[in-house]
């Protein structure tokens, strides 16, 4: 008879939660999502591009160097503070900070499919005492005593996605966590982009320095022979007078150079997350402007949808919109929960978990929200407006991306005539301050004509510099401009095992030959 009732109390007690399983899968089966579906933007994008492709390749392979396009600088030096400030930049790490935030957040949203559970414990202590009660008389039942009660228990929650909220509201939070992986790589274009510029700047103001320097030599032996000639009576003190103009001239344009060096030195530093002299021993030697590779990658117009971060955060936010869309909508319709309790009770601890002390209860329960003023309504034609303000800045990003692709290859075509106008000029005034010199010397020209030509030199050669300069931060404009500098960690992933597995497996070291016997 016991055991009967054991079996019958097992059977009791299990009964909620098998019915809890049953209309659980049951509601989960016939759930449904309202809303809108996302559906890729597919906007227009042109062919092929206006400006000037001449040193441009749109080969496969060379694409593949965006990933890493400081690279085909050939500059250790830069090569270097990329790695480290890939490594160390604060800017990168907030991008990674609001990312795993993003992850976190997608878990809080997940968890709502899943029963929420919660276990629970109190004890009490209580008295109450007879005197004033049954009309004044007293408490004639004998002493009162103390009371004591043990409480422990389970309670538990499910609300049931019928109409897929809940489903919403997940695909929203990992459209977010796509959102924030685009934003830490366009962070990451931006960053090695600002390295690059900063690096070329920096050489950039080193040449003009010594260029300068360059030129104040030659202007301060031209100064001397009008000097000595001056002293000898053969010209003016004028002649001396402007000849000491022009050295002070350029001399006056060297502290300028070399403050906007230093200057650039200490944001290279920063965007190591250095203090800002940390780098300026290792920067502060001269060196050349680093030059550019003799062809660039560049990418169809269909394919900067693909590989520019900002147009796919962009994507990834009318996502997540277009999802809060359904979250919203849900509240229109009822919900529904299910909610059990299983609980012990007792005034002795040690008798808390007997069998005959439990109670427990199970039902579903529903709620449906029939008037709110307008708040649901309205809620949902906010969200509508943010997916269409979403969907505006996406368009205004793919536009912008073919912008700054166009306006990129137009600066970088343009600057290399320049470049080589320039060549030409120095070319050009080198021979003009030779052959003035030496008219000036056996005084058959004037000293103008020597300053003229010098100060002409100064200006090429300074201009020739800024060109170059000028070339390869284009060049750098443009590789941001195609979105390069992050690659796909999975789709690299699945490169490199392509190719482990395609590579042919090493030949096996031949056996050593048998040793003869003696």
Not at 294 to 312: G, H, N
Request: glycine share 8%.
């Amino acid at each position: 008879m016991r055991r009967q009732r054991s079996r019958r109390a097992g059977a009791e007690c299990l009964a909620p939660y098998a019915c809890l399983g049953i209309v659980g899968l049951s509601l989960a089966a016939a759930g449904c999502m309202v809303g809108p579906d996302h559906v890729p933007p597919r906007p227009d994008v042109p062919a092929g591009w206006v400006g000037p492709t001449g040193r441009m390749s749109l080969a496969p392979e060379e694409q593949a160097k965006l990933v890493q396009w400081w690279t085909t600088f050939g500059d250790p030096t830069l090569n270097s503070l990329v790695e480290r400030a890939v490594e160390s930049n604060l800017d990168l790490r907030e991008a990674a900070a609001r990312l795993r935030q993003a992850r976190a957040a997608r878990g809080i949203a997940g968890a709502d499919l899943w029963p929420t559970v919660t276990a629970t414990g109190s004890f009490m202590r209580s008295f109450a005492g007879g005197a004033g009660l049954a009309g004044g008389g007293g408490f004639t039942g004998g002493a009162p005593t103390p009371h004591s009660l043990f409480q422990v228990g389970l309670d538990a929650t499910w609300e049931a996605d019928v109409f897929g909220g809940i489903r919403r509201n997940i695909e929203a939070a990992q459209a977010d966590v796509q959102a924030a992986i685009e934003d830490r790589r366009d962070v990451l274009v931006t960053l090695v982009a600002e390295v690059g510029l900063n690096y070329i700047d920096l050489r950039g103001f080193q040449q003009r320095i010594a260029i300068a320097q360059r030129n104040l030599t030659a202007q301060q032996h031209s100064a001397d022979i009008a000097r000595q000639r001056f002293q000898v009576g053969f010209v003016s003190a004028l002649d001396v007078a402007n000849a000491d103009a022009q050295v002070a001239t350029t001399t006056a344009t060297i502290p300028l150079f070399e403050s906007a060096a230093r200057q650039t030195i200490y944001s290279l530093s920063v965007l190591l997350a250095r203090e800002p002299g940390a780098l300026v021993e290792e920067l502060s030697p001269t060196a050349a402007i680093p030059p550019t590779p003799p062809e660039v990658p560049l990418a169809l117009p269909s394919e900067l949808l693909r590989r520019r971060p900002d147009i796919r955060r962009a994507e990834a936010q009318i996502h997540a919109a277009t999802a809060r869309v359904g979250v919203a909508t849900a509240d229109l319709f009822p919900k529904f929960s299910l909610t059990g309790t299983l609980g012990w009770q007792s005034n002795k601890l040690e008798s808390l978990l007997n069998w005959n002390n439990r109670s427990w209860s199970f039902g579903p329960s529903g709620s449906w929200t029939l008037f709110d003023g307008g708040r649901i309504g309205s809620n949902i034609d906010v969200q509508k407006a943010i997916q269409e303000e979403t969907l505006i800045t996406y368009q205004k990003a793919v536009l912008t991306a073919l912008q700054d692709v166009e306006n990129a290859l137009i600066a970088y075509a343009k600057v290399q005539e320049n470049h080589k106008a320039l060549v030409d000029a120095v070319a050009a005034n080198r021979k003009a301050v030779d052959l003035s010199t030496k008219l000036y010397t056996a005084g058959q020209t004037d000293f103008l004509s020597v300053l003229i030509a010098q100060g002409s030199l100064f200006a090429s050669e300074d201009a020739l510099v800024q060109a170059t300069q000028t070339l390869s931060t284009d060049l750098v404009a443009l590789y941001k401009a195609l979105g390069g500098g992050w690659e796909d960690e999975a789709a690299a992933a699945l490169s490199r095992a392509a190719a482990e597995a395609a590579a042919p497996a090493p030949a096996s070291k031949p056996e050593p030959a048998a040793r003869p016997k003696k």
